[in-house]
């Protein structure tokens, strides 16, 4: 978890010749939620077993943050619950806002992925807020990668 990982492969025929190696091609395996700090509001940490490596991190305290300090990045992936009365998180790299996401939907879904613009690689705090009153916020995990 929270690493990249990238992958290219090339062919060899019986007679011994081989091929280029292909284009590579890159995933990011997600920090689950327990890897970001809770660093201000009420935040609730359930299990579900339909989440990402099994538990969530909510709070329905407005302006609540959790953060992830150190990383090196130039995009970011938030993983999310959405439901009928979620709200919307702001996701900041260093202070800096990212994006806003809207997290309601009219049925509750696991592990939706929210991608905002990408960024020039940095070290970065990468920190998740929500920034709708009278609203939840559910995050699942956190995919911090270089593009």
């Known amino acids: 978890p929270g690493r ?17 190696f292909t284009h590579e091609k890159c995933t990011t395996v997600p920090l689950d939620d327990r890897s970001l ?21 909510s709070t329905r305290t407005y302006g609540a943050t959790m953060t992830l300090r150190g990383a090196w990045v130039s995009q970011v992936g938030v993983l999310v619950t959405t439901c009928s009365t979620c709200g919307t998180v702001a996701v900041y790299s260093n202070g800096h806002l990212l994006g806003t996401f809207s997290t309601y939907s009219r049925t ?19 920190t998740l807020k929500l920034v709708q009153r009278s609203r939840k916020l559910i995050i699942d995990g956190l995919a911090a990668t270089r593009t």
Request: with cysteine; hydrophobic share 30%; glycine share 8%.
């Open 4 to 20: 990249t990982y990238c992958f290219s492969a090339r062919a060899r025929d019986e007679a011994g010749n081989v091929s280029g």
């Open 37 to 57: 700090a809770r660093t201000s509001g009420t935040w609730t940490r359930s299990t579900n077993r339909l989440a990402y490596n099994g538990t969530v991190t």
């Open 108 to 126: 509750r879904r696991n592990r939706v992925l929210l991608i905002p613009r990408g960024f020039k690689y940095h070290e970065a705090t990468i």
